[in-house]
Structure formats: C-alpha cells, structure tokens
C-alpha cells in the first residue's frame, strides 16, 4: 500500500513538473509572439526623385551625351540637304552621279543610324552604373535609419501600383504579384528620413567651392 502511494506521489510529482514545463513554454512563446514586429515602407520612387546625387550624376551623364547628339543633328541636318540636292538636281545628273550621291546619303545613313545606336547604348551602361550605385547607398542608408529607429524590417512601398485599372486578366495578376504592400500608414513611411540622411551624407562629402580670387593668376 505505501509503494503503491509512493509511486502515485512520484507520477503526481512528474505530471505537474510536466505541466509546468508545458506551461513555462507556452508562456514563453506567447510572449514571442506578443511582441509586435515594428515594419516601416520606403517609397523608392519618391526617394531616387529627391536625391540630389542621382540628380547631379544623372545630369552629367545627359549632358555628356548632348553633345553627341549634337553632332547627329548636324548630321542629319547634313543627310537633308544631299537629299534635297538630289530630288532638285538629280533630273539633270547623269546616271552615274545619281548613284554616286544615292551611295554617299545610304552610307551617312548607315552612320547616323550606328553611332544613335552606339552612343544609346552607352548612355545607358552609364545611367545603369549609377542606378545600381545609388541603390547600393539607399539600401544601406534605410539599413541604418532602420537601426537607429528601431525598425525591424522595411518594404517597399508598392501599395500604389495599379490593380483594378489592368486591362487584361494577366497584367492584373502580375501587379497583384507586385504589389506586397496594400496599404501602409503615413507614420511608418520612413522615406523622408532616408532621403534626409543620404542629402545631408552627400552634401556633406561635395567639396566647398573656392571663394573667388583665391586661385593662381
């Protein structure tokens, strides 16, 4: 009769043991779980629209190939006239000059047709160099506003893109696949405070012009 009792006491003992192990974890993921995760969007539209480092590298890459436009436009201006040259006068060349002025506009063509291809794709790698550039800073800066504001993770804003106004079945479904974000509120909207660190950085890092008068004769 005591063994019996002693052992009902021992697996009493081990059940509420058991029960308070089971409770103790439960307790302890529920508070896991209670906390709230603090997530903030950035609206990487409005943000590479506002910082003035893309808009100084971007204007440097526009005006390096204005003036490579330049020189096609005084080309074509160029192709016009031997066009012109040719309908007004060609009833008075001979068959052999006619060809010889229909070669030289075909092989301007040519060349006018190659270097727009040429100085596009150029004009590209370089505007691309600086995209992924300037990304490489933006996800750092948000890295870092996120840590110091105690964000724990950030999206990006894609709660304006489009989903009723698709006019197909499959781009609807694509922007539905887009957009992770449907709607966020303005207080978790940190692209502001992005955007303000990484003017400031850049400011900061553009040297100071030199007061006039200061250079060499």
């Known amino acids: 009769m005591k063994n019996r009792t002693r052992a009902r006491v021992s697996l009493?003992?081990?059940?509420?043991?058991?029960?308070?192990?089971?409770?103790?974890?439960?307790?302890?993921?529920?508070?896991?779980?209670?906390?709230?995760?603090?997530?903030?969007?950035?609206?990487?539209?409005?943000?590479?629209?506002?910082?003035?480092e893309l808009k100084v590298l971007l204007g440097q890459v526009d005006a390096k190939f204005a003036v490579h436009?330049?020189?096609?436009?005084?080309?074509?201006?160029?192709?016009?006239?031997?066009?012109?040259?040719?309908?007004?006068?060609?009833?008075?060349?001979?068959?052999?000059?006619?060809n010889d002025s229909s070669a030289e506009i075909?092989?301007?063509?040519?060349?006018?047709?190659a270097d727009d291809?040429?100085?596009?794709?150029?004009?590209?790698?370089?505007?691309?160099?600086i995209m992924k550039m300037v990304q490489t800073k933006i996800d750092d800066a948000t890295k870092r506003v996120a840590s110091r504001d105690g964000w724990n993770i950030?999206?990006?804003?894609?709660?304006?893109?489009?989903?009723?106004g698709q006019d197909s079945r499959q781009k609807m479904d694509s922007a539905i696949y887009q957009?992770?974000?449907?709607?966020?509120?303005?207080?978790?909207?940190?692209?502001?405070e992005v955007l303000t660190l990484m003017n400031n950085e850049y400011e900061a890092a553009v040297p100071a012009p030199k007061p006039a008068g200061t250079g060499r004769p």
């Open 69 to 98: 436009n330049q020189e096609l436009e005084l080309k074509r201006q160029e192709l016009a006239a031997m066009n012109t040259r040719l309908n007004e006068e060609g009833p008075t060349m001979t068959e052999d000059e006619q």
């Open 179 to 192: 957009r992770s974000v449907i709607y966020a509120t303005p207080a978790v909207d940190i692209t502001n």
């Open 154 to 164: 950030v999206l990006l804003d894609t709660s304006a893109i489009d989903v009723v």
């Open 12 to 52: 009493g003992l081990v059940a509420s043991a058991m029960i308070l192990l089971v409770a103790a974890a439960w307790a302890h993921t529920a508070g896991v779980f209670a906390t709230p995760t603090a997530v903030a969007v950035v609206d990487i539209g409005e943000l590479r629209s506002s910082l003035n």
């Open 117 to 129: 291809r040429i100085y596009g794709t150029l004009r590209q790698i370089d505007r691309l160099r």
């Open 106 to 113: 075909y092989r301007l063509e040519t060349r006018i047709d």
